[in-house]
């Protein structure tokens, strides 16, 4: 039964259905999934079908948005249930995180940040085409421990270097570890542009994030 709803979850992102997704996210809830696994197992594999299908042509962007719409909303079901299973966990550290200037996908940064947070981080989420000096302010302001750059282009990719040198340039990089990732990020160009760490997904940001405080 759980195997089905997670299925037809998929499906309702490739197909498009944003009300079917938030309908099944509940019924998936209602049987005791964990938001974990409904988002692990349920919606990321649809993303994922939906992005293979929009890079070879088979999907345009109307597609994207409509998938991207039922992601959300059911993320802002999952959202609460995360934060409910670590409410006693003492704060782990202060992290600032966004998606970088230029680029306006907020998915994965969204889950990062919330699966941090759930991890019991001080999380301050910026959103979306946050500007560099954003950043560099915000870090300031909350003494953040971590600041964290989502890039999904690799026309937005150079933002994070950018970071790291505005970083520099007002005197703070010692005081903060930088975290990247985003779908065209590496090992490789962490190591490049000279951040402190590299997560592939959600569980892995949490595990750096973990790793890079003690
Ligand atoms: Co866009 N898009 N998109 N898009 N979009 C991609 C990224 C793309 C790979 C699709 C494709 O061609 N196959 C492609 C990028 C190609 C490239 O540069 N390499 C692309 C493109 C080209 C574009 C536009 C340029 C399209 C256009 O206008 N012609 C445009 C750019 C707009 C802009 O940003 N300026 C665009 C727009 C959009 C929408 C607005 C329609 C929508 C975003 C809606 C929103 O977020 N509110 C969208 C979507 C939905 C996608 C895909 C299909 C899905 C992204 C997603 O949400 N994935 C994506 C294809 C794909 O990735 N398969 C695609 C689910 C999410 C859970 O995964 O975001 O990868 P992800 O996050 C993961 C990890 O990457 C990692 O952990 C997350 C959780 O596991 N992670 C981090 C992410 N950030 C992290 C930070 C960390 C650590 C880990 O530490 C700080």
């Not at 600032?96 to 941090?116: A, F, N, Q, Y």
């Amino acid at each position: 039964m759980s195997h089905e709803i997670l299925a037809k979850l998929t499906s309702s992102l490739v197909e498009g259905e944003p009300d079917d997704t938030v309908a099944l996210t509940r019924q998936a809830l209602n049987h005791q999934l964990e938001p974990l696994t409904i988002i692990n197992e349920g919606l990321v594999p649809g993303m994922e079908i939906v992005g293979a299908r929009f890079q070879s042509g088979e999907y345009f962007l109307p597609h994207l948005i409509i998938a991207a719409s039922g992601m959300q909303q059911a993320m802002a079901l999952l959202e609460p249930e995360l934060r409910a299973r670590q409410q006693t966990v003492e704060s782990r550290g202060i992290v600032v995180i966004g998606t970088v200037k230029g680029d306006i996908h907020e998915i994965g940064k969204s889950l990062v940040g919330t699966m941090m947070s759930a991890s019991g981080f001080q999380v301050h989420d910026l959103g979306v085409d946050v500007p560099t000096e954003t950043f560099v302010a915000k870090v300031k302001e909350t003494g953040a421990n971590i600041v964290g750059l989502s890039a999904l282009l690799t026309t937005t990719m150079t933002v994070q270097r950018e970071v790291i040198e505005a970083l520099e340039e007002a005197g703070i990089r010692s005081q903060v570890k930088v975290i990247v990732g985003g779908a065209p990020v590496s090992q490789e160009w962490t190591n490049t542009i000279g951040a402190d760490g590299y997560a592939e997904d959600a569980v892995g940001a949490i595990e750096l994030g973990k790793h890079l405080m003690t």
